[in-house]
C-alpha cells in the first residue's frame, strides 16, 4: 500500500460502547485515535477493558455501538479491509503444537488469500526476520517460551499489515528474551508499521512508547504522549533519614514533608526549591539529617494513583 495515500490515522475509535448481556457495561463511550507509525501503549488494570477494546478492534466481539476506523477502513462497511490491515498477536499462544513452523505461517498467509506463491516467499521472508528459518521444520513444542513468542509474531506479520497489535507480547518470559523482542518492535516500527501495545511492564511501555491511553472502568483516563505523561513525575520526593524522632512532620515554605514513621522523613519540593535550600531550611528547623536517598517515583507510581482516583 503507497504509505502517501495513507490516512494520518492507523487506528480511529469513536464512543465506542459494550454492554454485556446481563448489563455489564465493559467500555463506556470510548474514544481514542493513534496516528500512522505510532508505537502506543494502551494501559489499564485487569478487567478495565483493554481486551475488549481489542477484540473489537480485531472484529473477535460485536460492539454495542460506535465506530472503528483502521487505516480509513470502517470494521462495519469494510470489514474484509480492516481486517487486511490489522496483524493480532494474542496473550495465549493459540497454534497447533504438532504442526511445522512453516506451515503454520503458510497456513495463515492463506487465510488472507495470499496465493500459495506468494505465501512460500512471505513465509521464507517473515521467519527469517523473527530468527526462525533454521527451525522451520520444527514443531511449536520443539520452542522454547521466547521463540514461541517470536512465532505468534511471525504469525501476526506474514501477511503484512501496516497495524500491530500486541496482547501482553513479553509476559512470562526472562528478561534477556523481553529484550529482544523489545528490538524486534522497535525496527517494525521503525520500518513504518503502527503498532498497539498492552502490558503489565509498565517500564516496557516507557521503553517502547510515544503515546500512551490508560483506560479503567470502561473509560479512557489519559490520552497523551508519554512525555507529557512523565512529565507529571518531575517533582520528585526524597526520603530523609533523621537523627533524631519527629512527633509531625514539619511545615515548610517551599515543599510538602510527611512522616513515615518517627525517623523517616518524605518531602515533595516544588520544582523550584534546591536540595541546598531544602537542607537550609530543615537546618533552621533544627532536623538533623543522617541520610537521604531518591524515592521510587516511576511510571508505575504515577498510574497507580491515576486509576485509584
Known sequence: MNSTKMPSHALVIEDL????????????????????GDFYALLGPNGAGKSTTIGIICSLINKTSGRVQVYGHDIDQDFAAAKRMIGLVPQE?????????????????????????????????????LGLWQKRKNTPRELSGGMKRRLMIARALVHDPQLLILDEPTAGVDIEIRRSIW?????????????????????????????????NQGKIIID???????????????????????ATAPKLENAHAQLSD??????????????????????NLGIRVRSMRNKSNRLEELFMNLVSK
Open 17 to 36: 460502547v459494550k454492554r454485556y448481556k446481563g448489563g455489564l457495561l465493559a467500555l463506556d463511550h470510548i474514544s481514542l485515535k493513534v496516528k500512522r
Open 93 to 129: 499462544f493459540n497454534f497447533n503444537s504438532f504442526e511445522p513452523i512453516n506451515e503454520i505461517i503458510s497456513n495463515q498467509a492463506g487465510y488472507y488469500g495470499i496465493s500459495p506463491n506468494l505465501a512460500k516467499e512471505r513465509t521464507e521472508y517473515t521467519l527469517e526476520k
Open 183 to 215: 528490538e524486534l518492535l522497535q525496527e517494525l516500527n521503525a520500518e513504518g508499521r503502527s503498532i498497539i501495545l498492552t502490558t503489565h511492564y509498565l517500564e516496557e511501555a516507557e521503553y517502547l512508547c510515544k503515546n500512551v491511553g490508560i483506560i
Open 224 to 246: 497523551t504522549s508519554l512525555r507529557a505523561l512523565l512529565d507529571q513525575l518531575k517533582q520528585e520526593t526524597f526520603i530523609f533519614y533523621l537523627q533524631d524522632a519527629l
Open 262 to 283: 518517627e525517623r523517616t522523613l518524605e518531602i515533595t519540593p516544588n520544582t523550584t526549591l534546591s536540595l541546598d535550600e531544602l537542607f537550609a531550611e530543615l537546618h
